[in-house]
């Protein structure tokens, strides 16, 4: 391909100005910051402006055949660092277009040059290379070659001698340096005790194919968690990085790891390729690259490979335990990774309809009937479900996931959570919690249920531990559920410590106000806990109840709020289900004790799945020492509270 842009020294559009000779891409007069390999890239789809530049075309001319390198991510890099050079989205780009699987075409207006460099300056092009060798080939005359003085012949001869003993010296050296950077490289990988997969790139330049994307990088990270010695972030908390491009030393070290997994994915329906570098941030050393193509039906077989690869690189203590190799349909995986993808955005029955989906294509999927279970489950002990309808479908579906893999961490949670919540067997729950974690050591969502299963056996100490240990794995994912546990255990000042600093972390996040509000409550500061419960409201978008709950509070204090909540649950009732627990939490708070107790009561009849923290909730307290409070605890066959 010939060069269709003018021949100059610099190629100008936009804000922005590229000097070829210099090396130097600029915006507005002012340097920036662009790596060698990526400038080349950039001026080499400035040579053709408005043309295709293959894939074939850019290895070609920007990478040596015998030069080891993983293409696709290193291509992938250097586009991605123009980008963030340019200030260009891959969605709506208006520098660098990307044409799935064929290359990339530089789709910005140039302007008009500088003056070209001058012909003494320019090094000779490889068709006036290529013309000499073609006049030897042609077969010239020996007798037109002038003859050689002996003593330059000599000359010559000492020449290549030296030349040859000097590149000699070289190779030696390159292979010193390389097996000294290979050394090196091997210690930092050695060093990694901690990792985040951050969220693979979707290189299909399809959006609709995110769902797929983010769900690889939730199959990886559970299968790189498998891995024993090694602690790996969890998905909530790595996915705020999606689609940034911030320093890796920066990411390492909000999250804690001293690794880095990076990488992307391309899938064309019959075969993906995943391409995927591990980084030691703290020294900006890329440790391990490679590039996976498999067929739509291995990808399990895929995940479980790169994540043994992954933990050999780091020297493991122990390699990930082998998965189910049993190929499960495209279709099937689609439709799971579909329902994950809604779950974790909230979207709960789009994510049901995905997982039934997924069975009804394969009726032996153990994660699809995982994630029905941990829907009805979930969706009965939150309140959004009547407990009676859906604490038996999750208990159907969670010991049908563990009938198909009892492999599965997930399962064994799924399974754990219905004998918490539905059978009120606290033992067997504690064993499946134990099973996952055991199967998963960076399991954060098993270990948060755990806690849940601890509070409800009244080892306290252990219940904030282990809360403590999630969100260690997990600071995005619950991060209220550190403050929730000290809040249950009576660390009211420990739980309001840790929730303000969560806050100014995150401080649209409704559920840490809440148990803020709860906190404070706790501690009789009624007016702190109106605000942040008021603050709750306006940050969900009700400025109008967050302004009733001022006016309440103004007029009689805190009772006059408690009667505002207490209103709001009522008018609840009449449009729909609502826990009852809700509505003895609502009486306790005014302190209608005999009121609570009823509502109390009908939760025990509709087995209400929190119950199971009956002891634990903090509107509840006042009633510990009311005889009928103690027979329910006792029905329930908890284990009673000091």
């Known amino acids: 391909m010939e060069p269709t842009a003018p021949n100059s020294g610099r190629i100008a559009f936009d804000r922005f100005e590229v000097d070829l000779r210099s090396g130097e891409l600029l915006k507005n007069g002012r340097r920036l910051r662009l790596q060698p390999q990526p400038f080349q890239l950039l001026a080499l789809l400035l040579e053709h402006p408005a043309e295709v530049v293959t894939r074939e075309e850019i290895c070609r001319k920007l990478w040596q055949a015998d030069t080891f390198v993983d293409f696709d991510h290193s291509l992938g890099t250097a586009i991605g660092k123009i980008r963030e050079a340019l200030g260009d989205s891959p969605d709506s780009p208006r520098f660098v277009e990307t044409l799935p699987r064929r290359g990339y075409r530089f789709i910005g207006k140039i302007q008009a040059n500088a003056t070209p460099p001058s012909a003494s300056n320019a090094a000779p092009s490889d068709a ?184 050999k690189e780091v020297n493991s203590a122990a390699l990930p335990a082998k998965v189910s190799s049993r190929g499960i349909s495209p279709e099937a995986h689609d439709a799971y990774l579909r329902g994950r993808y809604d779950w974790f955005a909230g979207n709960y029955e789009t994510a049901r309809e995905s997982f039934e989906k997924a069975i009804q294509l394969q009726p032996d999927y153990s994660a699809a009937y995982a994630g029905l279970a941990e829907y009805y489950t979930g969706a009965a002990v939150s309140g959004v479900l009547v407990p009676k309808d859906a604490l038996p479908r999750g208990d159907a579906a969670a010991q049908k996931a563990l009938q198909l893999d009892d492999s599965a961490e997930e399962a064994h949670n799924a399974m754990a959570g219905t004998y918490l919540f539905y059978r009120w067997n606290w033992k067997a729950a504690e064993k499946e919690s134990l099973r996952a974690i055991e199967l998963n050591p960076s399991f954060a969502e098993g270990y948060h249920l755990y806690g849940y299963v601890l509070l409800a056996l009244n080892r306290n100490d252990d219940a904030v531990e282990v809360q403590r240990k999630s969100q260690e794995l997990d600071p995005f994912a619950r991060p209220w559920g550190l403050g929730y546990a000290l809040n249950c255990v009576g660390k009211y000042k420990e739980a309001e410590i840790d929730l303000r600093q969560r806050v100014e972390a995150l401080p649209k996040n409704h559920r840490l106000r809440y148990e803020l509000a709860g906190s404070y409550l706790a501690q009789g500061r009624e007016r702190e806990s109106m605000e942040e419960f008021a603050e709750m409201l306006r940050m969900e978008g009700n400025e109008k109840s967050a302004a009733e709950v001022r006016v309440a509070f103004a007029k009689e204090g805190n009772r006059g709020f408690q009667e505002w909540r207490l209103a709001q649950v009522k008018q609840k009732v009449q449009k729909g289900y609502v826990s009852p627990m809700e509505m003895a939490s609502a009486y306790a708070r005014l302190g209608q004790d005999d009121e609570a107790i009823r509502w109390l009561e009908k939760a025990y009849d509709d087995h209400v799945p929190a119950l199971v923290r009956i002891q634990r909730d903090l509107d509840l307290n006042r009633l510990h020492r009311d005889p009928r409070f103690l027979a329910l605890v006792k029905r329930i066959g908890l284990p009673q509270a000091d």
């Open 128 to 311: 006036d290379g290529a013309s000499a060798v073609q006049r030897v080939d042609k077969g010239i005359e020996s007798s037109s070659i002038p003859s050689v003085p002996q003593s330059s012949q000599r000359r010559n001869l000492r020449f290549v001698l030296v030349l040859a003993a000097s590149l000699a010296v070289l190779l030696a050296a390159a292979v010193f340096v390389r097996r000294f950077v290979d050394a090196r490289a091997a210690v930092r990988a050695a060093s990694i005790r901690s990792i985040a997969v951050l969220p693979l790139e979707n290189l299909s330049g399809n959006p609709a194919q995110e769902y797929f994307t983010d769900g690889m990088t939730d199959e990886l990270i559970t299968e790189l968690a498998r891995t024993k010695g090694l602690r790996v972030i969890s998905k909530t908390s790595v996915m705020q990085y999606k689609g940034v491009h911030r320093p890796l030393k920066e990411i390492a070290r909000e999250l804690g790891v001293d690794g880095i997994l990076e990488g992307s994915v391309l899938n064309d329906g019959s075969q993906v390729r995943v391409t995927v570098q591990l980084v030691h941030p703290p020294s900006d050393t890329h440790v391990w690259a490679k590039s996976y193509i498999r067929d739509s039906r291995d990808l399990l077989v895929l995940q479980q490979e790169l994540a043994e690869n992954v933990a």
